[in-house]
């Protein structure tokens, strides 16, 4: 007898990243390149690493308590949202501590999404964040960014403009966005805060990437634009910038106005993130400004090598971020069969069906921020191969 199946499930879609990885990890002979996951293969500092494995033996970290997080890291979290948007936050007052970024998302979600509002994104949107949003009872809305084949991505702010609706209540918003690496200007920002404040909006900004900017490019963190500081919740993580993926800690920063309820749902969630993890993530995103600008720039040279090798295929260029998309449709494919064409060529990506309306199955995703240089020098000559150009 078929089980009923709750309605939040009906468009949650698989992200294909755990297939084409165990594809990867059970295969014989030489090793794939890992081009398929959000992955990196840079090491978190060294003073992170020890300071987690002391918290492993210490009462204090294996503890429940605080519920919202680890006072240190909550202060650590609020300072550098501070630096980086110039409003004021406090420990204490304006930031809770989540399981991962993804999670801290969720609950921002949930503390702000009615069942039946829509929820602005950009097109195309990690699958992941999709996924949140209807599992909050919320409609993804999309905005497309426009695609210039061997330039930038640019977001279409007429669209930007048009798809504000009496039901759009949150923009969720990232910069640089995954997958695409596509960056918000000044003059973008401008405009997405414009709209906040004209009608009411609430704006959650995934900040897992703001910093890994390339081609000099700075942050510009809305929050600190006129009119934001009042509706804009950051979260941000330790996985991307602090190359902290296992340790699942991730931090909300928002007004105080938002705090009770992204209080409420966080303990009605995962009640609280890794204990012995926290305060490692803390003494990291404190020296990160230090030890931030060598990983970025690796992170530059990674993104120029794979622009080199597909250098006259159509991919956008990213201005920021872990990964890049090539379109497929151009050769008469889909992004799914030119990422099973590479397998035979050892190369693991994957399709992006799912992540959009305008971008979508048509492109296929390359992520640069899990292989060496070296490693990535040939990856032109076997797309090439796979696409038959």
């Known amino acids: 007898m078929p089980r009923h199946r709750p309605a939040r499930l009906e468009h949650i879609a698989g992200i294909g990243v755990d297939r084409m990885g165990a594809i990867a990890d059970d295969a014989d002979g030489p090793p794939f390149l890992r081009l ?41 979290a609020a300072r550098h949202v501070s ?4 409003v004021a936050y406090n420990g204490a007052r304006n930031c809770v501590i989540s399981a991962g970024g993804l999670s801290g998302i969720l609950n921002a979600l949930l503390a702000t999404v009615e069942v039946g509002d829509e929820v602005l994104v950009t097109d195309p949107t990690y699958a992941g964040l999709l996924n949140r949003i209807r599992l909050a009872g919320g409609t993804p809305k999309y905005v497309p960014f426009q695609f210039n084949p061997g330039g930038e ?66 942050v510009i963190h809305p929050a600190g634009l006129p009119g934001m ?25 928002a007004p105080e106005s938002y705090m009770p309820d992204l209080v409420a749902v966080s303990l009605a969630n995962v009640v609280v993130p890794v204990g012995i993890a926290q305060d490692a993530v803390a003494t990291a995103l404190e020296q990160s400004v230090r030890t ?10 990674r993104r120029d090598t794979v622009l080199d090798e597909l250098r006259g295929l159509p991919v956008g260029v990213p201005g920021g971020g872990w990964s890049l998309l090539l379109r497929t449709s151009d050769f008469g494919i889909d992004g799914q069969t030119l990422s099973q064409r590479l397998l035979s060529h050892r190369v ?10 305008t971008h979508g199955a048509q492109y296929l995703r390359f992520v640069f921020s899990n292989e060496p240089v070296e490693r990535l020098r040939g990856l032109g000559d076997k797309v090439r191969a796979a696409l038959g150009a």
């Open 153 to 218: 991505w640019k977001l279409d702010r007429a669209a930007l403009h048009t798809a504000i609706s009496p039901r759009v209540r949150v923009m969720l918003l990232m910069s640089p966005s995954m997958p695409t690496g596509g960056c918000f200007d000044e003059d973008d920002w401008r405009a997405i805060a414009a709209l906040c404040v004209q009608h009411d909006l609430t704006l959650i900004l995934d900040s897992a990437m703001e910093r890994l900017l390339f081609d000099g490019r700075q």
């Open 36 to 76: 398929e996951n959000l992955d990196v293969d840079i090491p978190p500092d060294p003073e992170a690493i020890a300071r987690t494995v002391r918290a492993a033996s210490e009462d204090s970290d294996n503890s429940y308590l605080p519920f919202v997080g680890q006072s240190r890291l909550r202060d650590v």
């Open 83 to 86: 630096a980086l948007s110039g």
């Open 292 to 301: 931030l600008a060598p990983y970025v720039g690796e992170l530059e040279r």
């Open 229 to 253: 500081a009042e509706r804009t919740i950051t979260v941000g993580s330790s996985a991307k910038e602090l190359r902290m993926i296992g340790w699942r800690v991730g931090w909300t920063v």
């Open 348 to 357: 693991c990506a994957t399709a992006m069906q799912g992540w959009g309306e």
